[in-house]
């Protein structure tokens, strides 16, 4: 295996490093990180980089700074373990700017590139652009979430599962609440009542 900065043919040889971060979404596919190691490993062989380690933060929110494949990652870099950082795009990293902008600043200092496959070699100018665009995209998303939960609120629909012990029962008319209050009242517990 060639290390960081080494070559057989005494030419520079870049090592690379993937890092991958599912889609969370309603139609988030399970192959999402195959399908982004697959194109990641296609550009890194078009370069001529050899992957050295590869990364993933599968089912965690890419607002957390300390997910295992991220700090990992991070680590490496720090010592000294690649020359180039590739992921499909910099919100792979992180969503949050302050996150973007400090791991930006870390990979650097270490000359370490960071490549992604939408944006090309990233510089400040798309640390400060795709990092206000990620936390924009979290502010929106979650104005519409809340938008959405206190709709069904309103609907009189559950927002979450019961809670352990209890369970949903549906109303099918005025009476059926004044017969479970009667049956509540008259001595049984409300899950027995239900």
């Excluded at 690649?82 to 870390?106: M, T």
């Excluded at 798309?126 to 979290?138: P, R």
């Excluded at 709709?151 to 629909?157: A, F, M, S």
């Amino acid at each position: 295996m060639i290390g960081p900065g080494e070559s057989s043919e005494g030419l520079r040889h870049e090592s690379a490093r993937c890092h991958l971060r599912p889609v969370r979404s309603e139609n988030q596919r399970e192959a999402s990180i195959e399908d982004q190691l697959r194109i990641c490993r296609a550009r890194a062989a078009r370069e001529g980089w050899t992957v050295v380690g590869e990364f993933s933060d599968a089912a965690i929110s890419g607002t957390k700074e300390k997910r295992p494949g991220f700090v990992a990652l991070r680590d490496a870099a720090r010592a000294g373990k690649c020359d180039v950082i590739l992921a499909e795009s910099l919100d792979r990293f992180s969503r949050d700017l302050e996150h973007v902008a400090a791991f930006y600043k870390q990979v650097t200092f270490c000359r370490v590139k960071l490549v992604t496959l939408a944006e090309g070699e990233i510089s400040d100018f798309h640390v400060g652009v795709k990092g206000a665009m990620g936390a924009l995209y979290l502010k929106d998303l979650a104005a519409k979430t809340h938008r959405g939960l206190e709709g069904r609120l309103r609907k009189g629909h559950c927002i979450t599962t019961p809670a352990y012990g209890y369970r949903v029962v549906r109303r099918t008319g005025a009476s059926s609440g004044r017969a479970l209050r009667s049956r509540c009242c008259a001595g049984p517990s409300p899950a027995r009542a239900c």
